[in-house]
């Protein structure tokens, strides 16, 4: 049974930083790409952010681009994303995803190419 577990979010001001953690279990966590979405208030679930199986092509909306920055660590089965500059416009809650294609080296931008979700983080930023 695939699980993520997203953690990190919280409330803080136009400028600060915080990192996301999204931790995995259920499946071979080294071999899939990974990706951050998110979802605000009466919008769609839109993508932020992605990194491929290798780690070694990344993806981001451009809406984040020289701000965030996502990262993995498969000696503990989590991925990152770290957000700096964080503004108003980024309120919204955080999921993290999986997709299930073996040791494909692509960092997928749609959300219908994951699999399984996270139950997401809640970060708000106040100005």
């Known amino acids: 049974q695939v699980q993520l577990v997203e953690s990190g979010g919280g409330l803080v001001q136009a400028g600060a930083s915080l990192r996301l953690s999204c931790a995995a279990s259920?499946?071979?966590?080294?071999?899939?790409?990974m990706g951050w979405f998110r979802q605000a208030p009466g919008k769609e679930r839109d993508f932020v952010a992605a990194?491929?199986?290798?780690?070694?092509?990344?993806n981001y909306a451009d809406s984040v681009k020289g701000r965030f920055t996502i990262s993995r660590d498969n000696a503990k089965n989590t991925v990152y994303l770290q957000m700096n500059s964080l503004k108003p416009e980024d309120t919204a809650v955080y999921y993290c995803?999986?997709?299930?294609?073996?040791?494909?080296?692509?960092?997928?931008?749609?959300?219908?190419?994951?699999?399984?979700w996270g139950q997401g983080t809640q970060v708000t930023v106040s100005s």
């Open positions: 995803a999986v997709r299930n294609s073996y040791r494909i080296n692509i960092a997928y931008t749609r959300r219908d190419e994951y699999t399984y």
């Open positions: 990194i491929s199986w290798s780690g070694d092509r990344t």
């Open positions: 259920g499946l071979a966590f080294s071999a899939y790409a």
